[in-house]
């Protein structure tokens, strides 16, 4: 009964370097969500998706792409790192009328 | 617009003590209002909900009532243990049940001591 799965746990970057955030549902979710969690800011939206094939920018979007090429899957992307990128982020995923469920975070670094 | 604020933590309790952690929220027509609970190391878990006005949500001890005409949803416990230590956020989804979009609270950070 995993939930929601997100890979890798921990990752340290330098300044430049790309890379992908990879989150996992097996609950059949349509929705899905990509946040940071910040000392004192609580979470914020970075990009969502509404369905396989659809996304949109949340509230922190610049820096960061995404897809969702299959339902079950929500890619975040960092083109190039950057120390203001240093942060937990969290995927999240639900259906209608139902609360969201989180992942356990991937705490990345960027030096 | 959407908005949900609680207080500051962190919040520092003996166990046994009383716990009140006070969440007043801004939403246009009838959101469904939530109680998420984060341990060191992990990612939310939905605490308690609550859908409608007057609603009360518990589980594991804690309680919060959807208070309609003084937009809040105050979190409390009655006896607090040390394993509650967590941080706590309020939340709202403007649509009834939860889902599209939920507006989370900075967080409150309790802590409580043996």
């Known amino acids: 009964n995993a939930g929601v799965t997100q890979t890798p746990k921990f990752r340290v970057l330098k300044t430049g370097q790309s890379m992908t955030l990879l989150c996992a549902q097996d609950?059949?979710?349509?929705?899905m969500y990509w946040y940071r969690q910040d000392p004192g800011m609580g979470l914020r939206l970075i990009h969502y998706?509404?369905?396989?094939?659809?996304?949109a920018k949340g509230e922190v979007p610049d820096g960061y792409n995404v897809s969702r090429l299959k339902k079950q899957n929500f890619l975040l992307g960092l083109e190039s790192a950057a120390p203001s990128q240093t942060s937990v982020y969290f995927c999240a995923s639900t259906s209608i009328n139902q609360p969201q469920h989180f992942g356990d975070g991937t705490r990345l670094s960027i030096l | 617009g959407n908005s949900v604020t609680q207080m500051e933590g962190p919040v520092t309790l003996s166990e046994e003590a009383f716990l009140t952690i006070n969440c007043t929220y801004t939403a246009t027509g009838y959101p469904s209002l939530f109680w998420y609970v984060q341990y060191p190391g992990e990612g939310l878990q939905l605490l308690l909900k609550a859908t409608k006005a007057d609603d009360k949500g518990s589980n594991k001890g804690f309680e919060a009532t959807y208070r309609k005409e003084t937009t809040s949803f105050h979190l409390e416990k009655g006896s607090v243990q040390v394993s509650d230590s967590a941080v706590y956020f309020c939340?709202?989804?403007?649509?009834?049940?939860?889902?599209?979009?939920?507006?989370f609270g900075a967080g409150t950070r309790l802590f409580v001591k043996a």
């Open positions: 939340a709202l989804s403007p649509n009834r049940g939860g889902g599209f979009k939920t507006i």
């Open positions: 998706s509404v369905g396989e094939g659809t996304t």
């Open positions: 609950m059949n979710h349509e929705y």
